[in-house]
């Protein structure tokens, strides 16, 4: 592997952006809804939200306005976006520090609506924060009560844009809780009994790992390689990869072109674009000019470095794949979902798969009085939160293996 192709090659196998044709192809599309139009985008100064909102602020909307907690990811958007070539190309181009289920985001979007386009970004999206009670029932807030409480003041301020809330590939078939609650997200966006009265176009995507993203498995080895440390994956585990641009692409596409209700994933094929996960990290450190030194025992590997760098090798831990959530594989079709042509050649779509009428709205009363106070200790517990979960995918109860490993406990 030659240095001149770009770091993501080493996850994605790809020199050139897989989704380059579709937005070639949708760009009338794009422009004639964005140009001019107002879009705010929440949860976006993270690695997809920002990409997405690159590929946006092309088109000139109007009015670009940014929420998100991470102060720090939200002076970085500001100054790539004010280093473009050519200057920042929208006039209105606003970031603010908020958690988008707070009163202050309230009184934000009463005070600065009407927007045409919604994005929302804002998510607990690791495997690795099921890891107890009290990370899982701040997963539940951010991805359903928070999502929820959201559509509400859009009904509020009469929205009748385009909505779009990223999904992930973990919510199809789910085995974990953070798979789960992106799947129950998904039943919160698109059922009547939560958007009723919302005169909207909702949609979804679900996509693959994004190689290099913030808080990645091969953004560790990257600050791993640079710290002289040993690099480390889960064994004989497989996932499916885009690249940054290629994700803020997907979500730009999903948002402002996808048909209402439905969910777009990539047409990526599995016998082709399932990677080992061992198969990258070897391929990332080839990339650096080493050759993987495969090790089993963590004690053993930590003082492995120097010795094999000596020898143009560089230590990878293999871990075995049994932590709480985790599976072997991804995948983007659920059972019983059915596939949607969306006229892009590297895209396609799902038709929402509707739960019984009820079951949402009992879920958001169940959870909500989780948040009221009163709750004993012990009251709460992670089995109670599945079994919530359970009355939207009841698949899920024998899907999810609660093993009492978690992610925190490997290298």
């Not at 958007?195 to 679900?206: F, N, V, W």
């Amino acid at each position: 592997m030659t240095q001149t192709k770009p770091i993501s090659y080493v996850a994605t196998h790809r020199e050139n952006r897989m989704f380059d044709p579709d937005i070639a192809g949708a760009d009338a599309v794009l422009n004639e809804r964005v140009r001019g139009k107002r879009i705010l985008a929440i949860g976006a100064a993270g690695s997809i939200g920002s990409n997405t909102v690159t590929v946006l602020a092309n088109y000139v909307p109007a009015s670009l306005h940014v929420i998100d907690q991470n102060e720090n990811a939200l002076a970085d958007l500001v100054r790539n976006f004010r280093s473009r070539p050519g200057g920042m190309p929208v006039e209105d181009f606003r970031t603010l520090p908020l958690d988008y289920g707070s009163e202050a985001m309230h009184l934000f979007m009463q005070e600065n609506g009407p927007y045409d386009i919604i994005l929302n970004f804002a998510a607990i999206k690791h495997v690795r924060s099921e890891k107890d009670m009290y990370s899982t029932l701040q997963m539940f807030d951010t991805n359903l009560t928070k999502q929820a409480r959201l559509i509400h003041w859009m009904k509020e301020m009469g929205f009748k844009g385009r909505y779009f809330s990223v999904s992930t590939d973990k919510a199809a078939n789910p085995t974990s809780m953070m798979g789960a609650t992106k799947r129950c997200m998904e039943h919160v966006m698109f059922s009547t009994a939560i958007s009723d009265g919302l005169e909207a176009t909702i949609t979804s995507a679900r996509f693959a790992n994004v190689a290099f993203s913030n808080g990645s498995l091969l953004q560790a080895f990257e600050q791993r390689l640079a710290r002289g440390e040993p690099l480390s994956a889960p064994d004989q585990c497989r996932r499916y990869f885009v690249s940054l641009e290629e994700s803020g692409q997907i979500c730009a596409l999903a948002s402002v072109c996808a048909p209402d209700r439905s969910i777009v994933i990539p047409k990526l094929d599995p016998q082709e674009h399932l990677i080992l996960l061992e198969d990258v990290a070897r391929d990332f450190l080839a990339h650096h000019g080493y050759e993987a030194a495969i090790y089993n025992d963590e004690v053993a590997v930590l003082t492995a470095v120097e010795a094999e760098k000596a020898k143009g090798r560089w230590p990878l831990l293999l871990t075995p794949l049994n932590t709480s959530g985790e599976k072997p594989y991804e995948e983007f079709i659920a059972k019983g979902e059915k596939l949607l042509d969306i006229g892009l050649p590297n895209l396609q779509a799902l038709e929402y798969l509707p739960t019984p009428h009820g079951c949402v709205a009992d879920m958001i009363a169940q959870i909500d009085t989780l948040f009221v106070g009163g709750n004993k200790p012990g009251q709460i517990t992670k089995e109670s939160l599945k079994e919530i979960i359970g009355q939207l995918e009841p698949g899920f109860l024998d899907s999810h293996r609660e093993t009492g490993e978690n992610l925190d406990q490997r290298l």
